[in-house]
């Protein structure tokens, strides 16, 4: 048995890691108690953008350290 570290997003669980099971593997879903914290923005893109692989989100990541290089926080994209 494993264990996993999802957050519902409204209408679907979403794994905050990449999940090894089988299709149509059963699962228990356990809620917890308490509020999660803020969502990472790698959270929300992930959350976003669905199922990508780790290579996928390294690659957005470096798109998006490239956009901040072109756009710098004191200055408005229009």
Known sequence: ?????AHYDGRVF???SQVMAEINQE??????????EAVS???HLLSLAGRITHKDYLELE?????????????????
């Open 1 to 5: 048995m494993n264990a996993i570290k």
């Open 14 to 16: 979403v794994p905050e």
């Open 27 to 36: 699962a228990i879903v356990t809620l917890l108690d308490t509020q999660p």
């Open 41 to 43: 923005n790698k959270e």
């Open 62 to 78: 470096r798109a998006l350290e490239e956009t901040e290089k072109v756009f710098p926080d004191d200055q408005q994209c229009s």
